[in-house]
């Protein structure tokens, strides 16, 4: 045991961590699916025959529908998204390995009036990266070049189909770290996270990639490539266009190179997970923590004891404390100097204990109970999913009401007689939520028994309405997609709306790019 305080924090994190699962259910809840634009074009065997004058003949896939020969089936993990909530029904799939094949590409599809879908890989959860109805989904996963690293300035630039985990192995080869981390990391592209600013959990540290990219290489709708792969942190030259697609989800155009800035991989991390008693003592463990180890302080994550019971559950874990509680925090640190580092968190946790901010706690001894502990917070979307169809919303809330718009939820759903805590009988089984503290992004998380509409009424749109009566945003760091494009007036206003589609008609005048998804 290592003594700290007036407490003990374990040497000891048992279990194992759990080897990947399919998230979700095959239930999927019903969503408001727009009509089929009626000038977009129905494809033709023509239309394939070209797209193999461009690419090689076995980087297409297309169904018998529009005169192929490859099986439905072959297209299901493009037409699906990765909750199996979203649905496509492209017929035709492009796999493209270079820039100028995906410039030629959607000069024919912008001169036929063909709606596309840039896709990387498939990991959001609003859907944004599917086909809505037939349009052809552009994969970008033949993309996946490093094409060169700066060892002086960490500067990484890539094809937009590399994938983030490989790239952190790259770049980790080399003394560097990727400036984001997800959960996803093992099937995500770098071109997909950049086409939705995802965050992640090291976002605390680094910032958003609004900061970490340099730059990107983008194809636009009528072919044109728009080279700006700057390696540059300073280029002070008129309007920085990249910022545009940094967020743009596919609308404005593909992305199909990065450049990106990558920090020091930090030579020294400790993890600890606290049991908290409430999320005003979370808060207040996040203050005392900037306040200690702001310069080191790399991630500070939350979740409650809904989420900490599920995780273990699916995950085949034992919690590292002795007792439950109603929120648990990890609580990461990275350096230079271990024995600086040490000192510096174990005073903090100390402190915690000494106020009774935090009530017990594990501190990590090695890297393997580093993983593991990271596991109990990493692994909750995917225990949630195991447990039954989820509803999911990540939202942005100021951080002194993020936990409460949990129980506004919860409540609700309890009048309306579909959820009780602890009765599996009821139509909702968990109302929960985990998030990243320093961030004011939380994930709430409605497990049902299925998606259906009674469940659904209760809290959409409430959960916008509330979010936006708190001046918070309706997405953190998954995007719009087709599930929050007709909320996005809870987070912005008619003219930052009229302005987005102004910008939208600049790049895409005839809005083949992503059609029906943002605005």
Not at 62 to 80: K, P, R, S, Y
Not at 221 to 239: E, P
Request: charged share 20%.
């Amino acid at each position: 045991m290592l003594a700290v305080g007036t407490r003990a924090f374990m040497r000891r994190v048992p279990g194992s961590v759990l080897g990947s699962a399919a998230l979700g259910s095959t239930a999927r809840r019903l969503y408001h699916k727009p009509a089929r634009r009626a000038d977009f074009k129905q494809l033709s065997r023509a239309d394939v025959d070209f797209f193999k004058t461009v690419v090689p003949a076995d980087t297409v896939l297309a169904t018998a529908a529009v005169g192929g020969t490859t099986d439905a089936a072959e297209l299901e993990g493009f037409n699906a998204d990765w909750l199996n909530k979203y649905r496509g029904g492209s017929q035709v799939v492009l796999r493209p390995k270079t820039t100028e094949q995906v410039s030629q590409l959607l000069a024919y599809c912008n001169q036929e009036r063909i709606a596309v879908v840039p896709q990387g890989g498939n990991t959001g959860l609003v859907g944004g990266s599917v086909a809505v109805h037939d349009e052809v989904v552009l994969s970008l996963r033949n993309l996946n070049r490093v094409r060169s690293y700066d060892d002086v300035s960490g500067v990484l630039v890539c094809d937009a189909g590399c994938v983030l985990e490989e790239l952190d192995t790259y770049v980790g080869e080399r003394g560097h770290v990727m400036p984001l981390d997800l959960g996803a990391k093992g099937s995500c592209h770098i071109g997909g996270n950049v086409a939705t600013n995802a965050g992640g959990i090291r976002l605390l540290r680094y910032g958003s990639l609004h900061g970490s990219v340099l730059g990107v290489e983008a194809v636009l709708a009528d072919g044109t490539v728009l080279d700006a792969l700057s390696a540059l942190r300073k280029d002070n030259t008129g309007y920085d266009l990249k910022q545009l697609f940094i967020g743009s989800e596919g609308t404005l155009g593909v992305i199909t190179g990065v450049s990106v800035l990558t920090p020091r991989r930090p030579s020294a991390v400790n993890v600890a997970v606290l049991g908290v008693p409430s999320y005003a003592n979370v808060q207040a463990a996040f203050a005392r923590a900037r306040a200690r180890c702001g310069e080191i302080l790399s991630a500070f994550e939350f979740w409650d004891a809904s989420c900490m019971s599920t995780v273990l559950h699916h995950q085949g874990l034992r919690s590292p404390l002795a007792d439950s509680y109603p929120f648990y925090v990890l609580i990461e640190t990275s350096g230079s100097d271990k024995a600086h580092d040490d000192e510096k968190l174990g005073a903090l946790l100390e402190e915690l204990l000494e106020n009774g901010v935090v009530e017990d706690g594990a501190l990590a001894q090695d890297d393997a109970q580093i993983g593991k502990m990271w596991t109990m917070r990493e692994g909750i979307p995917e225990s949630l999913g195991k447990t039954g169809p989820t509803y999911k919303y990540d939202v942005s809330i100021p951080i002194p009401v993020l936990y409460d718009v949990v129980g506004e939820i919860a409540r609700r759903l309890e009048r309306e007689g579909l959820y009780a805590p602890g009765d599996a009988s009821r139509p909702v089984k968990l109302v929960c939520g985990y998030g990243h503290v320093g961030d004011g992004n939380l994930h709430l998380n409605v497990v049902a028994e299925r998606f259906e509409d009674r469940v659904t009424r209760v809290f959409e749109p409430y959960v916008y309405e509330w979010v936006a009566s708190h001046r918070g945003s309706i997405s953190a760091e998954h995007g719009v997609g087709l599930m929050k494009r007709d909320y996005l007036a809870y987070s912005k206003s008619p003219a930052m709306i009229d302005y987005m589609r102004r910008i939208k008609q600049v790049f895409d005048p005839n809005g083949i790019m992503n059609p029906y998804k943002v605005l």
